[in-house]
């Protein structure tokens, strides 16, 4: 099987992250439209209903190396959140702790690691952990 440049999977990934997942609750896209490399990106995930993120807007910061997708990229939360993935220092997500970056594959893409995070946010331990004031940020 022939294998996707990386730059012609990050426009694909663009394309799809522009348009919304779903019902609207995570998005992404190019942090700087110029950036030819496609490398630093924005995300957005909703808090997930019934949890205490719900109604809540968190940003993050993904940044797509060199090495993408055969590597996931880093990525960073801007908003403060208290969850077991998330350095409390700088808010990049552990990728060991997360599943959506720990099984990472060249399928895996954005879109699957901020649906796994949203995902995460709903779990048992996750959905009642005391949060940090709402729009506090790292």
Known sequence: MAR?????????????GEKGIGDGSCSYGLMDGDDIMMSDWNGTIVGPGHT??????YS????????????????HFLSRVNLPFVS??????????????????????????????????????NRKLLQPPEGSTF
């Open 60 to 75: 993050l910061k993904i940044h797509c190396g060199e090495d993408y997708p055969d590597r996931p990229p880093t990525i």
């Open 52 to 57: 205490v993120h719900e109604n809540r807007i």
């Open 4 to 16: 996707i440049p990386r730059n012609f999977r990050l426009l694909e990934e663009l394309e799809k």
């Open 88 to 125: 409390q220092t700088n808010g990049k997500v552990d990728p060991a702790k997360l599943a959506a970056l720990s099984q990472w594959g060249r399928d895996s893409s954005i879109e699957t690691i901020l649906v796994g995070i949203r995902r995460e946010m709903a779990t048992a331990n």
